[in-house]
T-cell receptor
Framework: SQKIEQNSEALNIQEGKTATLTCNYT??????LQWYRQDPGRGPVFLLL?????KEKRKERLKVTFDTTLKQSLFHITASQPADSATYLC??????????FGSGTRLLVRP | EAEVAQSPRYKITEKSQAVAFWCDPI?????LYWYRQILGQGPELLVQ????????DSQLPKDRFSAERLKGVDSTLKIQPAELGDSAMYLC????????????FGPGTRLTVL
């Protein structure tokens, strides 16, 4: 069956460091992958989209990589700030564009 | 920037009662989604509309859940009767073709079934 795995343990890092979050998937051939940010009690907010034929995408301090051979996406936040503390969700879409979400990884950035 | 509106924000009900949630998507967004999110998990799609038509309701428990989008604008999700296991956050999202499949989520309705 299709499976998306994100680290269930919170990632705790020092302000200014680079945060790296991982999204692995199995039994899936996604057309593209998205990353969302979710704050407690709020709906997810779209951050980045990367297509299957793209290796890397950047937006300001954010960078996403997509390796369809490893079936993995990495999400990086450089120069992290306490305001970056949130849960980050990866979501995969197949050719029908239906999104399947991972369970998310909580990021804590210490000042 | 325009936002997706949902109401109510919180709902407490007893099991076997009926509940309804309302969503108003961003103006001009043809696609509307209802998701359920259990604490500690990612959102799970319940139903997807394209204009007023259902395009995917494969994960909607149709014995108790129903959804409609009569005029292709706002939408209502209903649960009747509610069960204890329905306690969750219900999220509405919308998207438009010119923004790819970037989905804009509303603030959600937190449902507690006692």
């Amino acid at each position: 069956s299709q499976k998306i795995e994100q680290n269930s343990e919170a990632l705790n890092i020092q302000e200014g460091k680079t945060a790296t979050l991982t999204c692995n998937y199995t039994n899936y051939s996604p057309a593209y992958l998205q990353w969302y940010r979710q704050d407690p009690g709020r709906g997810p907010v779209f951050l980045l989209l990367i297509r299957e034929n793209e290796k890397e995408k950047r937006k300001e301090r954010l960078k996403v990589t997509f390796d369809t051979t490893l079936k993995q996406s990495l999400f990086h936040i450089t120069a992290s700030q306490p305001a970056d503390s949130a849960t980050y969700l990866c979501a995969l879409a197949d050719s029908s564009y239906k999104l399947i979400f991972g369970s998310g990884t909580r990021l804590l950035v210490r000042p | 920037e325009a936002e997706v509106a949902q109401s109510p924000r919180y709902k407490i009900t007893e099991k076997s009662q009926a509940v309804a949630f309302w969503c108003d998507p961003i103006s001009g967004h043809a696609t509307l989604y209802w998701y359920r999110q259990i604490l500690g998990q990612g959102p799970e799609l319940l139903v997807q509309f394209q204009d007023e038509s259902v395009v995917d309701d494969s994960q909607l428990p149709k014995d108790r859940f129903s959804a409609e989008r009569l005029k292709g604008v706002d939408s209502t999700l209903k649960i009747q009767p509610a069960e204890l296991g329905d306690s969750a956050m219900y999220l509405c999202a919308s998207s438009s073709l010119d923004r790819g499949n970037e989905q804009f989520f509303g603030p959600g309705t937190r449902l507690t079934v006692l």
